[in-house]
């Protein structure tokens, strides 16, 4: 009781002088400390990890404090183990001159059409490296790390959970379904450069489309109500798939279409997605306007696609699994 009251204190001092919005989650012999005011736009990857995880804490059997990507030292409770559990969503396959790569190093991944490579890139290197488990969203950028010797350490504190966030529902893959939005991009900041355009090129060629941004609330709505989503990326230097955006439309029956990227075969999905190159895409896209129940048969009436998809959510449940054991195994040994 006194552990979980001196807990309490802290997070109450971390609300009011640095405005953090942690709670504590108590499940056997563990203090699972969470943000509720996480990243808005990510929150709901975040939830869902969080979810995975506490479906098998319980066999975490030393006591401990578990800090879920918050702010806690791990001097602050001498009396109890503390574990720092963050979440890399970043983009690692980049570039030279993306922004924030001038610590990043050369990777082993050749870049399409070219006698270079990618970079490694890894932001915030500090609280990563800190960290005791690292979840990473993309099986690309797992890939790319695991292939740099010098990054061997990060590496091995890597789970990758893919973000299946939201569930299948079988009335969502019909074509009959009603949908209020027809075909969207989801552009936070739709003049930036690159993004700015590709729209005007879409208005150029009579493509009607609808940008919705500042959407962090109910995005699983947002994605059932949408018949199309086109994905790019935000500049010409960062290359990993948008998983965190393409994968959760996907599952909720948007037919995805996305310029193309490096290594999506890694992803397990990449053959219910449309490709393209950018040039390629409006022509693309009006194709798929006027063939939409074409497209949507091929793609949500493959037989193996409710089976791919719950494929990866297994593997999800198994990774997480996987990383409790992980957690697990360090607290025994510390």
Partial sequence: MLTEFLINIYILIAKIFWKKNYNLIRLSNVYWITNSSYDSAIRDYYNYIQLLCLKNISSIKRP?????????????????????????????????????????????????NSNEYFLVRITKPMALNNADLIF????????????????????????????ALYKLVQNSFLFSS??????????????????KKF???????????????????????LYRNTKILINIRQT?????????RVLPALRCGVIVISERAPLVELTGYSKYIIWGNLDELPAIILDVQNNYENW???????????????????????VSFKAVEFLNRRLLNS
């Fill in 136 to 163: 990473e969203y993309s099986k690309i950028n797992q890939f790319n790390i695991a292939k740099v010797v010098s990054l061997n350490n990060y590496s091995s504190k890597i789970f990758c959970i893919t973000p």
């Fill in 64 to 112: 401990s404090v578990i800090s879920f990507d918050c702010d806690v030292f791990k001097g602050l409770f001498f009396f109890l183990p503390v574990v720092r559990v963050v979440l890399q969503i970043e983009h690692t396959l980049v570039r030279v001159g993306a922004r924030d790569s001038s610590n990043a190093v050369l990777g082993h991944i050749k870049i399409p």
């Fill in 178 to 195: 009603r949908r209020k939005f027809d075909t969207i991009t989801l552009f936070g900041n739709p003049d930036e450069p690159r993004r």
């Fill in 296 to 318: 949507h048969k091929k793609i949500f009436q493959s037989p193996g696609f409710t089976r791919r998809m719950e494929r990866i959510s297994r593997r999800n449940e198994l």
């Fill in 199 to 221: 729209l005007a090129n879409l208005t150029l060629k009579r493509v009607k489309y609808q940008n919705i941004n500042n959407i962090f609330d109910n995005v699983e709505v």
């Fill in 236 to 244: 010409n230097h960062h290359d990993t798939l948008e998983e965190l």
